[in-house]
Nanobody
Framework: QVQLVESGGGSVQAGGSLTLSCAQS????????MGWFRQALGKEREGVAS???????SYTDSVKDRFTISKDNAKNTLYLQMNSLKPEDTAMYYC?????????????????????WGQGTQVTVSS
């Protein structure tokens, strides 16, 4: 059974940094396309960043040059390094994985292309 478990969230002041981790089990990690999503209170879940099945990366505009997505295949772990955090980055952050090795491509930020989700980790940024 596929399991995704996020960690690393917390409360920081604006300008600070956090690194989120997503530990994976139950499938061949390196063959999946992975993504980070976030959901702020009262808002839709949105795609933040992805590592596609060909290891290409994508970011939503609001986090470009501040966030970095990466993975460690040996540790079966996905990361999201978040720098220069802003209050508007406050949200529950989720990692997600696809069920196949088909590239997500331009659809990387669509929730429906991912079959597996973690339980989320809260990030709160104060001004």
């Amino acid at each position: 059974q596929v399991q995704l478990v996020e960690s690393g969230g917390g409360s920081v002041q604006a300008g600070g940094s956090l690194t989120l981790s997503c530990a994976q089990s139950g499938y061949t990690y390196s063959s999946r396309c992975m993504g980070w999503f976030r959901q702020a209170l009262g808002k839709e879940r949105e795609g933040v960043a992805s590592i596609d099945c060909d290891d290409s990366t994508s970011y939503t505009d609001s986090v470009k040059d501040r966030f970095t997505i990466s993975k460690d295949n040996a540790k079966n772990t996905l990361y999201l390094q978040m720098n220069s955090l802003k209050p508007e980055d406050t949200a529950m952050y989720y990692c997600a994985a696809t069920a196949t090795r088909a590239k997500t491509g331009l659809f990387w930020a669509r929730k429906e292309v991912y079959s597996y989700w973690g339980q989320g980790t809260q990030v709160t940024v104060s001004s």
